[in-house]
């Protein structure tokens, strides 16, 4: 299964040579394709690293839920698990559900040498692409129609702690996203049809993935609601 917050690596691109309109994808794709054949095939779960800022997001998120809940006088819900309506091999699990329509991120930004740390958006600095894509991944799975970015230092005084920003649901960018998903998931069926996977793993991917693919055909046809 392909989630949202690896959605960056799957659309990961290098920068554009001379003459080339779109620049390759990069190494990070054909590692994330590598290990998502290696799970479906093992049926096991490969360790990624957890790098000591990973770890201590982690701990941090529960401070981060309570200093959201206070400073916007709203409840946050357990994220659960989203998975999309039609690619049900592509899923997202937030950090919160809020109300009916919102979800939540929380980050925990606190390395320099970071592309974005807390400081910097403290500062103005724009979120990372990287987030935005897994945010906008969030909101494909989920149909919610917005989503609050948290970044959260609490070792930080007490007005620069936390940093919000809303999110609204971009379906340009959602169908950017579910189609290279879905190509993705189409690649990974063909490797692995090289590889001979057998007992029926390859059957149920191809057979999945061309529904997919087919609901995405049709959903061209249907106007797309307004965010």
């Known amino acids: 299964c392909v989630t949202s917050s690896h959605v960056w690596e799957v659309m990961a691109r290098n920068k554009p040579k001379k003459g080339q309109e779109v620049g390759e994808f990069a190494a990070a794709r054909g590692n994330y394709m590598k290990r998502k054949i290696w799970e479906a095939m093992t049926g096991l779960t490969s360790e990624g690293y957890v790098s000591p800022y990973m770890e201590a997001g982690l701990d941090n998120e529960p401070l981060a839920r309570a200093a959201y809940e206070m400073a916007t006088d709203t409840e946050v819900l357990s994220g659960g698990l989203f998975v999309h309506d039609t690619i049900s091999r592509w899923m997202a699990s937030p950090d919160g559900r809020i109300g009916e329509s919102g979800l939540l991120e929380i980050k925990y930004l606190t390395g320099f040498t970071t592309e974005a740390n807390h400081l910097d958006l403290l500062t103005g600095s724009d979120i990372p692409e990287e987030y935005i894509l897994q945010i906008q991944g969030q909101l494909s799975c989920s149909g ?18 936390l940093f919000i920003k809303r999110i609204s649901r971009d379906d340009k960018k959602i169908a950017e996203i579910e189609d290279a998903v879905l190509k993705f998931l189409e690649e990974m069926v063909a490797k692995i049809s090289r590889l001979n996977g057998g007992d029926g793993l390859l059957e149920k991917l191809e057979s999945s993935v061309t529904m997919a693919r087919q609901s995405a055909v049709v959903g061209q046809d249907e106007p797309v609601s307004a965010a």
Request: with cysteine; aromatic share 16%; hydrophobic share 30%.
């Open 144 to 161: 919610r129609e917005w989503a609050d970015f948290c970044s959260f230092d609490g070792r930080m005084p007490p007005k620069q702690r």
